[in-house]
């Protein structure tokens, strides 16, 4: 057990936990997070893996958590340029619900209150994107467009009827190395993380917190001045169990599922489609050779490690997305589906589709020892909720520097936010038995640490053993030393994506090879 005790000790390695490791360590904070599984596990791995303000929630007036996360945007893809990119959206229109003079009681229905079921008519939709341009200080991005989709490339995957559309911008993220290199930040700054670690207890003993962990060093024990309970869909579990603390607070469990098909279509934006139940689907480019939909929301009960894509959702999707496509998705089509579970904050609403993505930090000091519990978030809000709960720590930590995070490049994101292709095109002059699509891969996942991974290579034996589809041993030799990867799925599905191009001998030769390295 540590003589000092750290300053914060943060239990889970999901997005807000690694922002808040992060943060708390550049304030020059003593740190330690512990992760039951893999960094990014959870529901951090299993968004929809995009930077966005969130256009319908305007419709439910959440303003403070659309202008906090327009604003965001820009701050994050200035810090991340390897792993965040601009993407622009398309959003037909319905022929039945476009404005033609005069002003229907449904259509005012449908405006002033919002929350009624069914498609938004066109007007109102560029009323929400006109706010949406103008919310955020936006300087990057490109503001709304109107769309010709009879002319328009983006208008030849879709039903002919869908004759115009608006074009608006959000942005990609890649969501599991997001937390992945939070962490490794957070780490080169001097905080200790700690994954396949779980905390079994925690109890107050006056000013600190006695913590229990288990895991790849054993039992150990720690002592924190300061508790964060970032465990995600698991913070209630955490709070009742490990804890033992009772709250009134509640969290409500949603299930997002997203399939994955082959391309759909050859151009670089994505589609935003609404549905007539009111919700709306993503279709995106992804991973170069296919499309990714979603996402569903639906309440959720049990184990969130359990939670799966089921037959019933990959149905609606593809019903959904085929409504609009001019070719009809089957379930054959997909290639594979993943679900998460979001631990929104339980605010009493209907539906899971109207429950608030807002963040809440809930702090207790009453009885010793602070414990800040998170509930709730978005991906786009992280920095800020990490922000958040420094703020709220302060008073109890004394000393502590100030907000640093904005615009801080994680590692490898030290280029211009629009450098992708000239540094893959460096690395190719550099090493070019790469090629152009290797390269682009590394940049986008390593950034300017592109070559470190590569090293003093010559030749693509130099990088020793190849597993497929561009993986190599020096990647993953990287990968273990440096981005706490411990087994296959660590690196295929989290670290990259390449469990998509894998096949399953080529896994299990890299799964051996971990096992002993």
Not at 96 to 102: D, E, K, N, V, Y
Not at 380 to 397: D, V
Not at 417 to 427: I, P, S, T, W, Y
Request: a neutral charge; glycine letters at 10%; charged letters at 20%.
């Amino acid at each position: 057990m540590p003589a000092t005790p750290y300053d914060l000790f943060i239990i889970g390695g999901g997005v807000n936990g690694c922002g808040i490791a992060r943060d708390a360590a550049g304030r020059g904070l003593s740190v330690a997070l512990a992760e039951m599984g893999d960094l990014a596990q959870g529901t951090s791995s299993a968004s929809t893996k995009l930077f966005h303000g969130g256009l319908r929630y305007l419709e439910y007036l959440e303003l403070r958590l659309v202008h906090e996360a327009l604003a965001e945007r820009e701050v994050l893809l200035v810090a991340m340029p390897h792993i965040s990119w601009p993407m622009r959206f398309v959003l037909p229109t319905h022929p039945s619900m476009r404005f033609a003079g005069g002003t229907p009681i449904s259509t005012l229905l449908g405006f002033v209150m919002p929350w009624m079921r069914g498609r938004r008519p066109a007007w109102v939709i560029r009323a929400g994107l006109f706010l949406y341009d103008h919310m955020g200080g936006r300087k990057i991005l490109p503001g709304t467009r109107k769309v010709d989709l009879r002319t328009d490339p983006a208008g030849a995957p879709l039903n002919p009827k869908f004759t115009d559309a608006f074009e608006y911008s959000d942005c990609w993220v890649d969501d599991s190395r997001l937390v992945v290199l939070n962490a490794r930040d957070a780490a080169a700054r001097g905080a200790r993380v700690m994954v396949r670690t779980r905390v079994t207890h925690a109890a107050r003993e006056g000013d600190v917190w006695r913590i229990v962990t288990e895991g790849e060093g054993g039992r150990v024990e720690h002592l924190a001045r300061a508790l964060v309970n970032a465990a995600g869909p698991w913070v209630a579990e955490v709070m009742g169990g490990a804890l033992g603390v009772q709250s009134g607070e509640g969290v409500r469990l949603v299930r997002g599922s997203h399939i994955v098909t082959r391309r759909l279509f050859d151009h670089d934006r994505a589609y935003f489609f609404q549905g007539e139940d009111g919700r709306i689907v993503f279709a995106l480019p992804y991973e170069q050779d296919f499309t990714l939909i979603g996402t569903t929301d639906l309440d959720y009960e049990g184990d969130p490690g359990s939670a799966a894509c089921t037959e019933a959702e990959q149905e609606y999707l593809c019903a959904f997305a085929s409504k609009y496509f001019a070719r009809p998705i089957a379930r054959d089509q997909i290639v594979w589906t993943y679900s998460g579970v979001r631990p929104l904050y339980d605010d009493g609403a209907k539906s899971a589709t109207q429950a608030t993505r807002d963040y809440v930090l809930s702090l207790n000091t009453a009885e010793g020892a602070p414990l800040l519990n998170v509930f709730g978030g978005k991906i786009t809000t992280y920095r800020r909720l990490a922000e958040a709960a420094l703020a709220k720590l302060a008073p109890h930590m004394g000393g502590m520097a100030g907000n640093w995070t904005a615009r801080v490049p994680l590692p490898g994101g030290d280029f211009a936010h629009d450098g992708a292709a000239a540094l893959a095109a460096a690395l190719v002059a550099d090493y070019p038995f790469i090629g152009p699509a290797w390269a682009a891969r590394l940049v986008r996942a390593y950034g300017t640490e592109a070559r470190e991974v590569l090293g003093a290579a010559r030749t693509a034996a130099d990088l020793g053993r190849d597993f497929g589809a561009t993986l190599t041993e020096a990647e993953v030799r990287w990968l273990m030393r440096h981005e706490f990867a411990r087994t296959a799925p660590d690196v295929l599905w989290r670290r990259s994506k390449l469990g998509l191009r894998l096949a399953p001998d080529e896994v299990a030769a890299l799964e051996a090879f971990m096992a002993v390295t």
